[in-house]
């Protein structure tokens, strides 16, 4: 399992996995720490967000590693930069990485760095519904979901430079990156895990992906046990796959699902190696 630094699309950007703990303060805890520096709630700048969200990636990338693949990482940037351009919000960059993890669960962290497990990948059948998964985590970035909440929980004071903050104070950069990586543990709420959804399906739409794909893929989670392992987090931290269906469904359309090309570029990740 290799750490971070040789992943070429995120060597740049990232530090470390190896040097970042996977456990991280709860929301308790992360609010305690950051009500030091309330003074008002305040908006994160997209430059404050892409750099929290490259702790809470490097974050993820320590605790599960990542599979190292050019090739793959290649396709699986080509389809999420391809999804991203109809996400709304094109003015940062996003970034695209598969988790060395057989448990089934795709992660947003802030500012665009998006990330699907070999697991998820392994229930996948093709293109459509891989970029389907990517769709509805652009969705939470392009939402600000986990923005929003640090505002709404009040844990940056108004005024504050939240990258000279994280650089400065590391207990206050240990809070802002446990909260985050608290929401993708433990879910978004039911209104922003919906809104994703309901964006993930128009994304795929103007991309041109068959929208179907996306109820199909879920009709295949809502078969699997609740009690297995590798399930178990994405069932607990998400809506019932039925009704995610009940929702979506009527909104999806048909459109193209590039079966062949999936099977060429994954089926490498999904052999064991």
Same mark, same amino acid.
């Given at each position: 399992?290799?750490?971070?630094?040789?992943?070429?699309?995120?060597?740049?950007?990232?530090?470390?996995?190896?040097?970042?703990?996977?456990?991280?303060?709860?929301?308790?805890?992360?609010?305690?720490?950051?009500?030091?520096?309330?003074?008002?709630?305040?908006?994160?700048?997209?430059?404050?967000?892409?750099?929290?969200?490259?702790?809470?990636?490097?974050?993820?990338?320590?605790?599960?590693?990542?599979?190292?693949?050019?090739?793959?990482?290649?396709?699986?940037?080509?389809?999420?930069?391809?999804?991203?351009?109809?996400?709304?919000?094109?003015?940062?960059?996003?970034?695209?990485?598969?988790?060395?993890?057989?448990?089934?669960?795709?992660?947003?962290?802030?500012?665009?760095?998006?990330?699907?497990?070999?697991?998820?990948?392994?229930?996948?059948?093709?293109?459509?519904?891989?970029?389907?998964?990517?769709?509805?985590?652009?969705?939470? *970035?392009?939402?600000?979901?986990?923005?929003?909440?640090? #505002?709404? &929980?009040? /844990?940056? @004071?108004?005024? !504050? +430079? *939240?990258?000279?903050?994280?650089?400065?104070?590391?207990? #206050?950069? &240990?809070? /802002?990156? @446990?909260?985050? !990586? +608290?929401?993708?543990?433990?879910?978004?709420?039911?209104?922003?895990?919906?809104?994703?959804?309901?964006?993930?399906?128009?994304?795929?739409?103007?991309?041109?992906?068959?929208?179907?794909?996306?109820?199909?893929?879920?009709?295949?989670?809502?078969?699997?046990?609740?009690?297995?392992?590798?399930?178990?987090?994405?069932?607990?931290?998400?809506?019932?796959?039925?009704?995610?269906?009940?929702?979506?469904?009527?909104?999806?359309?048909?459109?193209?699902?590039?079966?062949?090309?999936?099977?060429?570029?994954?089926?490498?990740?999904?052999?064991?190696?």
């Amino acid at each position: 399992m290799k750490k971070l630094s040789a992943l070429a699309v995120l060597t740049a950007l990232l530090p470390a996995c190896a040097q970042l703990p996977m456990s991280a303060p709860d929301a308790a805890t992360a609010i305690t720490i950051g009500s030091k520096f309330v003074s008002a709630a305040v908006p994160m700048s997209d430059a404050e967000e892409t750099a929290l969200g490259k702790e809470v990636a490097a974050n993820l990338c320590a605790g599960f590693g990542y599979r190292d693949d050019a090739a793959a990482s290649k396709y699986i940037n080509l389809v999420g930069q391809t999804l991203a351009r109809h996400s709304g919000r094109a003015n940062i960059a996003y970034h695209f990485a598969l988790l060395d993890s057989e448990t089934v669960n795709a992660y947003a962290a802030p500012g665009g760095y998006i990330f699907v497990t070999k697991g998820a990948l392994k229930l996948m059948e093709n293109e459509a519904e891989f970029a389907a998964a990517l769709a509805h985590e652009i969705s939470h *970035v392009s939402s600000r979901h986990i923005a929003k909440e640090i #505002q709404k &929980a009040n /844990l940056v @004071g108004a005024g !504050t +430079d *939240v990258i000279a903050l994280m650089a400065k104070d590391k207990s #206050q950069a &240990a809070a /802002l990156t @446990g909260f985050s !990586t +608290d929401i993708l543990f433990k879910g978004y709420s039911r209104k922003d895990e919906e809104e994703a959804d309901a964006k993930a399906v128009e994304i795929l739409k103007a991309a041109g992906y068959d929208s179907v794909a996306f109820t199909n893929f879920l009709e295949r989670l809502a078969s699997q046990k609740a009690d297995e392992p590798r399930f178990m987090v994405f069932l607990k931290t998400h809506p019932r796959p039925e009704d995610r269906i009940a929702r979506i469904k009527p909104k999806t359309s048909t459109g193209r699902k590039n079966e062949a090309r999936f099977i060429n570029a994954t089926s490498k990740l999904k052999s064991p190696r």
